[in-house]
């Protein structure tokens, strides 16, 4: 009887040394304890049925011969499989991604100034008049009905924007749809279009009064303003006079006409009528005074100049250099905000992957623990 | 052995020199012959699919299909554990018929001593002599570092040394 030593602490293998005995290569008792315990454990174990064994190496043979996979799997999987081909993957959807922000933003941006440039429906139906304005006037109107307003105005403004020549057309035409949007209209307009030269257009628009600061403001997101020049002049005692004029013959109107009523002879009769006759001609006139007086306290003078820069002629040194500059910015920017997008991106996916494979690692671990 | 060599013969060389040491070691680590049959075809399958992407610096041909084998040992027990009434079949014997008396002492005092590891020592110990695998090869399967791997099977060794395994007798 004897005791076969059992590798120790004492005279323990270590790794390279236990390989080393387990594959024959190290003679002793410890190595041959091992390569004995080594059998023991796997004889432990049945071996696999013969006929599960014959099933198992035709489904293997099968499974070997099967076609590759599609094109595209393929293509997918070398580009899934190499951490380079991911990375260049991920930056151009992330790219992408970036460029359809820029252009959602954009859009939406664009779309805003819109809203703002051209005013809701709803706010021009029912164009409301400022203080300056004077009331609404009509041909029947009576001037001793309508009470006579505080301060009246007329103002008038001269707005200069520069844009490119090119865009000369398309800046008059924002500003005379701007002009329709505010419930006002094109007055006057010239639009001087010069193929490589300067071009130039000048519209006037007549607007509510009310409108003119929203409508000067408007103008400045068509293009650059340059020069913005607004004036005001009082016109309440212009309208206080015609209103005064209007009032006093429409007094004498009621005198001829009760005077009229108690003639006698037909002498006094004819004569009152010639009197009222001429009487309705001044208070026609009066009544076109006042409404004149009033629509220039309602209706302002805008007059907008559009200037367009003088076109390049040609490509210079410089004119590309300034250009590629721009390119590369702009490509600078998407870039960034491509990174900005990528960045948190792929490091959320990496987290997430750690936490899953290092979740289903414990997960598997804990198996063990019964 | 590289990647673009697990070709079909190849690969049939690696099953036939692998598939009963993969079943050895699932059906050891699972008791039963169903799931350790079910664990090795799919071990087999998985590695001959991820064929064309096996990264084989990361290890041999044999040590990827334990380390398959092995996850997919390990799901199956995690399977039973939601699952009581799963593998309720381990009660079947698992060993192979011993020639004489003395090995089935041998055996049986093997699977006693086996039997008194704690579940990760005798996964690493099975993982080892049914996988044949260097402790790199190990550390890499159980996602663990060279030098643990080294600790761990060294524990388990020195617990299979202090069993009465350890001081057999034999004739």
């Known amino acids: ?370 | 052995m590289s990647a673009a060599d697990l070709g079909e013969e190849s690969f049939d060389a690696l099953y036939r020199e692998c598939v009963a040491d993969v079943h050895g070691y699932a059906l050891s680590l699972l008791g039963d012959r169903a799931s350790a049959e079910d664990v090795t075809a799919l071990a087999f399958e998985r590695l001959l699919r991820a064929r064309r992407r096996l990264d084989l610096r990361r290890g041999s041909p044999r040590a990827l299909l334990f380390t398959i084998a092995r996850n997919a040992a390990l799901d199956e027990l995690r399977r039973r554990k939601r699952r009581p009434d799963a593998g309720s079949a381990a009660a079947e014997s698992l060993a192979a018929a011993p020639a004489g008396v003395e090995e089935v002492e041998r055996r049986d005092s093997v699977r006693r001593a086996l039997a008194g590891l704690s579940p990760r020592e005798r996964e690493i110990v099975l993982l080892k002599f049914h996988g044949q695998l260097t402790n790199a090869e190990l550390a890499r399967a159980m996602g663990i570092s060279e030098s643990n791997a080294g600790t761990r099977l060294h524990r388990a060794l020195e617990r299979l040394r202090e069993s009465p395994l350890g001081a057999r007798e034999v004739a």
Request: a positive charge; charged letters at 25%; hydrophobic letters at 45%.
């Open chain 1, 1 to 370: 009887m004897k005791v076969i030593r059992f590798p120790g602490r004492d005279d323990s293998l270590d790794g390279e040394a236990i390989d080393a005995a387990l594959n024959g290569e190290l003679a002793g008792p410890d190595a041959l304890v091992l390569r004995e315990l080594r059998e023991d454990i796997r004889g432990l174990a049945a071996a696999p049925e013969p006929e599960f064994e014959a099933e198992l190496q035709v489904r293997v043979a099968e499974w070997a011969r099967e076609r590759p996979a599609p094109r595209r799997t393929r293509l997918r999987r070398r580009i899934v499989d190499s951490p380079g081909r991911s990375l260049a993957l991920g930056g151009a959807v992330a790219t992408a991604v970036a460029f359809l922000l820029v252009f959602v933003l954009a859009s939406g941006q664009k779309k805003e100034i819109a809203m703002e440039v051209f005013p809701k429906k709803s706010e021009i139906a029912v164009p409301h008049h400022a203080h300056q304005s004077a009331p609404a006037f009509g041909a029947t109107g009576s001037a001793e009905s309508s009470p006579a307003p505080a301060r009246l105005q007329q103002l008038g403004a001269s707005v200069a924007l520069a844009t490119g020549s090119e865009a000369v057309q398309e800046a008059a035409d924002a500003v005379t749809r701007l002009g329709t949007s505010y419930g006002g209209y094109v007055a006057s307009s010239h639009v001087q279009v010069r193929k490589g030269g300067a071009s130039e257009a000048q519209l006037v628009l007549s607007l509510p009064s009310a409108k003119l600061s929203q409508a000067i403001a408007a103008l400045g997101r068509i293009a650059p303003e340059r020069a913005v020049n607004q004036e005001s002049q009082d016109i309440t005692s212009s309208y206080n006079s015609a209103r005064r004029r209007l009032a006093d013959d429409e007094a004498v109107r009621r005198a001829l006409l009760r005077a009229l009523a108690a003639a006698t002879t037909q002498g006094q009769i004819e004569s009152l009528r010639a009197r009222l006759a001429g009487n309705r001609q001044e208070i026609s006139r009066d009544r076109e005074v006042l409404h004149s007086v009033s629509q220039r306290a309602a209706n302002a003078q805008l007059e907008v100049t559009i200037e367009g820069g003088r076109a390049h002629e040609g490509l210079t040194l410089g004119i590309g250099a300034r250009d590629a500059g721009d390119v590369l910015q702009v490509a600078g920017g998407v870039l960034l905000i491509g990174l900005a997008v990528l960045v948190p991106l792929a490091l959320l996916a990496f987290a997430w992957s750690a936490a899953f494979r290092g979740l289903r690692r414990r997960r598997r671990e804990a198996a063990l623990d019964r």
